[in-house]
């Protein structure tokens, strides 16, 4: 048992990426879902492991082949990588006993195996990318986990979906090029690509013109990846066009993830040694981020699609998690952390209960949906409780952030910005309330017949309802793990 | 410091700055994939250019050597030209995708018969 104990960190992340080569080798479509649900609870349950292992106010190492930290590669998880350990196998758990029934709906019989090929692969790049110190370890994940996820956008059998991967491959590869400049750059001045040891060495070259680029290239690259205004172009298109088990899973994970490097770059690397204040990253941010909750949130209020409306209102809830890293204090922090968590349960919530209109409907359009709450009761249900969670009505998941993030705003006397994260939310509040309007005020077209979602998609996407109402009243794992992850980011590799 | 001594970071800079600009200003998709290579291409040339010392030799212990090139940046862009190939790769398998569908690699041509459809 200690031996395996000892390796958790690189089995969290193997197993994953040895399931997907050997579903390739299977090539029948239920065995492969069967693998792909067990490396899952099986990722989820070292991630809980580890999250719960890892020592207060320090971190778990692990030295790839015994290669001491700055000579090897290292992992290294701390709570905030435990965290986002936590947040990515478990929405990969849930939503993998989902895949079955909407996959068979949504791709060809053929692609099946393929499909769950790339979705193991793409759970272990993002796992990779959260337990990695190393710079380029990360990149090499990034991409990992970004070309999967290219591939299943396009899998499915809209031809919208073809130029929608096509567009994010482009602006991810440049986002992760970006990426790697900056880290060759930092390597170039230290030497080193560990980014504790990195953290460490800057102090010798503090503000050189390379160092100061290296942060402009990782701050727009990563920016490209994580979607944040006006580098969101890709997003929208991407998550309505894809197959609704992808959309469910990239919402949760793909962007979060990259915040979480984000964070780690500015708060941990740059952030003791860099006048980070001084540069106006900060005051940059900011601006970014009130442009994007307002800017999206209208746009979104105008769709005439559902999925393409969760896809704008993603874009929006990105910007609250900037605005968090941009008020730069501990509750601001901890705001984004825990509402990479929140948002992330929240909106697979939503695409996951929108996957199953597409199956029973063949359209998420509003239109089509006119008096849904007759034919799918359960589902509509789902997606209104998730839809507070997703303005921030108090008892949901969703208020405990905007709590955090007005705490924040009030703390750097920002009064304004306060008012407006509570005016931002009621426009958010404009859009949940269309889908309510659509599905039960109208009358419906045509003839009214139950035709609820399957019960094995219906679960899953209800344990994320139950979820998004449970982590508003109950906050001891979800909360606490975040003012940890904060601190823990803030504190850097000391 | 001169541009004449550091003319690799010039030579990385152009190249890269010549792979933005296709991939901006070329709406043909096979053109912004060529774009998107010499922009990748451009930063194998950052890692490598100053790995290498002037009269270093491979890195072999020896008493002859006294100087040697460092060998980390090649190991790092071997990987980095194995993503750089799958992403070419990914990229040019979708735009045979979106020619069997839309019998056409230009992008304003592939958005115009999109939007002619109800969305």
């Known amino acids: 048992m200690r031996l395996i104990a000892d390796h958790l960190p690189i089995l969290q992340v193997i197993l994953p990426l040895l399931a997907a080569p050997l579903i390739v080798l299977l090539r029948n479509a239920t065995l492969a879902w069967l693998l792909t ?345 789902g997606f209104v409780l998730a839809g507070l969670s997703l303005i921030g009505v108090p008892a949901s998941a969703g208020f405990v952030t905007k709590w955090y993030l007005v705490m924040a705003a009030l703390e750097r006397g920002h009064w304004w910005l306060a008012a407006l994260v509570v005016a931002t939310s009621l426009i958010s509040a404009l859009y949940v309330w269309r889908f309510v309007e659509t599905a039960y005020l109208r009358e419906p077209v045509g003839e009214v017949k139950r035709v609820e979602a399957p019960l094995a998609m219906l679960i899953p996407a209800w344990i994320m309802v139950i979820a998004c109402t449970y982590f508003g009243l109950e906050t001891a794992y979800s909360l606490t793990g975040a003012q940890e992850a904060a601190m823990a980011l803030m504190r850097g590799f000391k | 410091m001169t541009v004449g001594s550091h003319y690799g970071y010039w030579a990385m800079m152009t190249l890269m700055i010549i792979g933005l600009y296709i991939l901006i200003a070329r709406g043909n998709l096979i053109k912004k994939l060529v774009g998107l290579s010499i922009f990748q291409t451009s930063v194998y040339l950052l890692y490598i250019a100053p790995g290498k010392l002037i009269g270093g030799t491979a890195p072999i212990i020896a008493e002859k050597f006294g100087i040697y090139s460092n060998p980390l940046p090649h190991v790092l862009i071997l990987t980095a030209i194995v993503v750089g190939v799958a992403t070419i790769a990914l990229g040019l398998a979708l735009v045979v995708r979106i020619y069997e569908a839309y019998g056409s690699i230009e992008e304003d041509e592939i958005i115009e018969k999109d939007s002619g459809l109800e969305r």
């Open chain 1, 37 to 381: 649900v067990a490396v899952s609870w099986v990722s989820f349950a070292i991630a809980l492991t580890l999250f719960f292992a890892v020592p207060d106010g320090g971190a778990i190492y692990y030295e790839m082949g015994n290669w001491p930290m700055p000579i090897g590669i290292g992992y290294r998880i701390d709570a905030a990588s435990a965290y986002v350990l936590v947040l990515v196998s478990l929405i990969a758990a849930v939503v993998a006993p989902y895949a079955r029934l909407s996959i068979a709906a949504e791709v060809e019989r053929e692609r099946h195996y393929l499909f769950y090929a790339m979705f193991v692969l793409c759970v272990g790049g993002l796992l990779g990318i959260a337990a990695t110190n190393d710079a380029f370890n990360l990149f090499v994940f990034l991409e990992i986990s970004s070309l999967s996820s290219y591939v299943l956008i396009a899998i499915g059998k809209n031809r919208r979906a073809f130029h929608a991967s096509f567009q994010y491959l482009i602006m991810g590869t440049i986002g992760a090029t970006f990426y790697i400049i900056g880290v060759g750059l930092l390597y170039l001045m230290t030497g080193t690509l560990n980014l504790a040891d990195m953290a460490e060495r800057l102090s010798a070259v503090e503000e050189t013109r390379p160092v100061l680029s290296a942060l402009a290239f990782i701050t727009v690259g990563l920016s490209l990846k994580i979607a944040l205004f006006p580098l969101h172009f890709w997003l929208p298109n991407a998550y309505s066009c894809a197959p609704s088990t992808v959309s469910a899973f990239l919402a949760g994970t793909a962007t979060k993830v990259s915040v979480y490097v984000l964070m780690r770059f500015i708060f941990s690397v740059f952030g003791p040694r860099l006048p980070l204040e001084a540069l106006h990253l900060f005051d940059a941010l900011i601006v970014l981020s009130i442009a994007a909750t307002v800017v999206s949130s209208l746009v979104a209020v105008f769709q005439t699609d559902l999925k393409r409306m969760l896809a704008y209102s993603s874009v929006a809830q990105i910007g609250y998690i900037s605005l968090g890293i941009a008020l730069n204090n501990a509750d601001g922090l901890t705001a984004s952390v825990i509402h990479l968590f929140n948002h992330g349960v929240t909106k697979v919530a939503l695409f996951m209960l929108a996957g199953g209109i597409v199956l029973r409907l063949g359209t998420t359009n509003f239109d089509s949906m006119a008096g849904l709450s007759r034919r799918m009761p359960l589902t509509t249900f």
